[in-house]
Each structure stands twice: as C-alpha cells, then as structure tokens.
T-cell receptor, first 113, second 109 residues
C-alpha cells in the first residue's frame, strides 16, 4: 500500500491564477480530509469528503475554494484566483470508515508570487 | 468552542533527560485525543491515541479530564525523538481533527 499520495509536492502560482491540488487516498479508503497549515501555525481543518459527497466544509473559505472527490480518481482541492495569503502547506488525510485513524499525505506546498 | 493548546513552540532537552510536551484542550463532550509526530522530511504520522492507552517508542500520554490535559511524556529522551509534535482532538460529529500549534522537540547529545 503506497500510502496517501499528493501531487504536486510543490506548486508555484502567480496572483490570479488557479491552483489544483490532488490527493489519492490509500487503497480501500473512501474518506478524505483536507487541512491547511499557514506559516508558523498548526494544521487547520478545511473540508471532509466521501465519494461524490461533501460531508463537512465548515473550514473552507467562503470564496475561491472548492473541493471534490469523484467516484473515480483523486480528490481535488481547487483554489481560484490565488492571492499571496493562500501560500501554505495543504495536507490531505484519508481513512476507511469515519472515526478511524487518519493517514496523512506528504503535503503540497503552494507558493503564490 | 473546540480548541487545542500547546503552549511551548520549542522544547530543548539533553539526551537521557525526561520530556513532557504539554497539551490542553477545550471540548464539550467526551474528547478523543491524539498525538501526531512529524520527523524531518517525513509526513505526519500517528504516535498514539488516548483510547488505546499504549506506549509507543517509550512515549505515553494520559487523559486528565479534570485538568483538560493530554500531556505527552517520555522518561529518557533520545536524539531520534527530535521532531515536531502535534496534539489533536477529534470531533465526534464528522471526525475532523483539531490540531494544536505544534511543539518542536530538540534532543541534544
């Protein structure tokens, strides 16, 4: 089992561009969580998804951010019209049924110039 | 409000010394608490969870509901324990994790 995969590992965007972050959960896991870590801060929950459903998006900024977890393929976190304040490390975690241990990916480090 | 507080950003000890990384929480209901560790250039991984009451790599943590604490302890620190440690609380509703700010443990030779 390869573990949770995230790509790209590093992403550089200019202000106003779009950023797409991908997360492939561990085999057999159908639950995905996204967390953001701003510089000098801890990880903050963004969104929790199951296949084709958003279960909890209470941590997502109201604008420009969206997430999906389609029936086939990885989960995608999409940030439109990026701003410098979006520069952060974005971590994805997956788990089998809810309330099981979450396994983390290596993160995507987004830098907005 | 659900919150996890790790008051120390950096804890520096000598090899062989005891270690205690502090964690306090705020949660209405029965909390489920975890310690995660991130070694240099590696991903975040689960160290231990309070419900399993186990010792991993010599670390233990006891949930103290009266003091709302879940401090991580090890009697004799090793250099390989140097890492970033995060305390986390799991929401019983959706399973999302609420993390503290993290404490960097530095074990000097």
């Amino acid at each position: 089992n390869a573990g949770v995969m995230q790509n790209p590992r590093h992403l550089v965007r200019r202000r106003g561009q779009e950023a797409r972050l991908r997360c492939s959960p561990m085999k057999g896991h159908s639950h995905v969580y996204w967390y953001r870590q701003l510089p000098e801060e801890g990880l903050k929950f963004m969104v929790y998804l199951q296949k084709e459903n958003i279960i909890d998006e209470s941590g997502m900024p109201k604008e420009r951010f969206s997430a999906e977890f389609p029936k086939e393929g990885p989960s995608i976190l999409r940030i439109q019209q990026v701003v410098r304040g979006d520069s952060a490390a974005y971590f994805c975690a997956s788990s089998p049924p809810q309330k099981e241990t979450q396994y983390f990916g290596p993160g995507t480090r987004l830098l907005v110039l | 409000a659900q919150r996890v507080t790790q008051p120390e950003k950096l804890l520096s000890v000598f090899k062989g010394a005891p270690v205690e990384l502090k964690c306090n929480y705020s949660y209405s209901g029965s909390p489920e608490l975890f310690w995660y560790v991130q070694y240099s250039r590696q991903r975040l991984q689960l160290l231990l969870r309070h419900i399993s009451r186990e010792s991993i790599k010599g670390f233990t943590a006891d949930l103290n509901k009266g003091e709302t604490s879940f401090h991580l302890k090890k009697p004799f620190a090793q250099e390989e324990d140097s890492a970033m440690y995060y305390c986390a609380l799991r929401s019983s509703n959706t399973g999302k994790l609420i993390f503290g700010q993290g404490t960097t443990l530095q074990v000097k030779p």
